[in-house]
T-cell receptor, first 114, second 109 residues
């Protein structure tokens, strides 16, 4: 099992550019989510999905779009990049079966917006 | 509005000492309280977790203490080691997982 994979690992964008951060998991988890991590702010939830075709907003959804066409993939789109979106982005999938509840994180994408 | 508040932001402990990190939550609908550990350049990974039907859970050197009436929980790391140096996040879960702001722990040899 590869677990949760994210691409790219690093990205530099100019203000106004758009891009898609890719995320895939091979654990057949229904629940996936995107977080951004900023110093002193912890992990803030951007969007999440409880299954294919179902997405919802988290704490900080503005400027980001998601879709979930398959169980495996959950891409995050930046519509028009802004310097405030400079951050480390983590994708995660969550295993919730019975008493078990564990979230598996990908390695992260470090994004810089100039 | 931060639903999970974590303190301290940073912590320095001598090797062999006890590290204590505290968290408080607001939403009584939360039903699961995990702690995640993150090393530099890596994603967070589950360390230990507790459900509100117990007041304490211990796994090796790591213990969660849970106070439901006060809506607080804490992580205790006994006999702290330099390899424990990492950032620790508490979290509270319902349908979403809400994280605290993180604590950067440094264990000095």
């Amino acid at each position: 099992n590869a677990g949760v994979t994210q691409t790219p690992k690093f990205q530099v964008l100019k203000t106004g550019q758009s891009m898609t951060l890719q995320c895939a998991q091979d654990m057949n988890h229904e629940y996936m989510s995107w977080y951004r991590q900023d110093p002193g702010m912890g992990l803030r939830l951007i969007h999440y999905s409880v299954g294919a075709g179902i997405t919802d907003q988290g704490e900080v959804p503005n400027g980001y779009n998601v879709s979930r066409s398959t169980t495996e993939d959950f891409p995050l789109r930046l519509l028009s990049a802004a310097p405030s979106q400079t951050s480390v982005y983590f994708c995660a999938s969550r295993d919730r079966v019975g008493y078990r509840d564990e979230q598996f994180f990908g390695p992260g994408t470090r994004l810089t917006v100039l | 509005q931060q639903q999970v508040k974590q303190s301290p932001q940073s912590l320095i402990v001598q090797k062999g000492g006890i590290s204590i990190i505290n968290c408080a939550y607001e939403n009584t609908a939360f039903d699961y309280f995990p702690w995640y550990q993150q090393f530099p350049g890596k994603g967070p990974a589950l360390l230990i977790a507790i459900r509100p039907d117990v007041s304490e859970k211990k796994e090796g050197r790591f213990t969660i203490s849970f106070n439901k009436s006060a809506k607080q929980f804490s992580l205790h790391i006994m006999d702290s080691q330099p390899g424990d140096s990492a950032t620790y996040f508490c979290a509270a879960a319902g349908n979403m997982l809400t994280f605290g702001g993180g604590t950067r722990l440094m264990v000095k040899p």
